[in-house]
């Protein structure tokens, strides 16, 4: 659970009091949630992969066995988090550009940030945003990195289908 609301909250924006630079960061996390799909890739550095899809409003997660149907709207609780940053319930600070870089042939501005949610520790962040369209590409703490891809995503083989 405590890797679901990280990965929830690394693309999560900041209280309407912060810099532009947190804006963003919102902007690219509600543009990730009003694409029709995405796909992620996280990688913990325990070893574990938890990889997501959403294709037509449907979500799908693969767990060691295979893929499932996920019940919960993914988009819905980080649109939850998004709100609860900027209600201040959530802090994000130190939002800061620091420069570009390339995600599988894909110009992003770099962006940092510091998440803080109540009961756990306090997250660094990079987020890699399309220079282009304003999506994130990649995200990175201590001990995940994620990439996400938009083109090609499909629906993926369920376990015992």
């Known amino acids: 659970m405590r890797h679901a609301l990280l990965g929830i909250g690394l693309l999560a924006s900041c209280s309407i009091t912060l810099a532009n630079d947190c804006e963003v960061i919102l902007k690219a996390t509600e543009a990730r949630t009003n694409r029709p799909q995405w796909h992620s890739v996280t990688r913990v550095d325990d070893g574990r992969v938890i990889e997501t899809i959403k294709v037509g409003g449907k979500f799908y997660a693969n767990r060691d066995e295979g893929w499932l149907k996920v019940l919960t709207n993914l988009d819905d609780q980080e649109r939850r988090f998004v709100s ?13 550009r620091q420069g570009e870089e390339t995600v599988r042939d894909i110009p992003t501005t770099v962006w940092s940030m510091k998440i803080e949610v109540e009961g756990q520790p306090a997250a660094d962040v990079l987020v890699y945003i399309g220079t282009k369209d304003g999506l994130p ?17 499909t629906v993926p083989k369920l376990l015992g289908k």
């Open 137 to 153: 590409y990649a995200q990175s703490t201590a001990h995940t990195k994620s990439e996400y891809k938009y083109v090609g995503v």
């Open 84 to 96: 609860q940053a900027r209600s201040g319930l959530v802090k994000l600070s130190e939002c800061k």
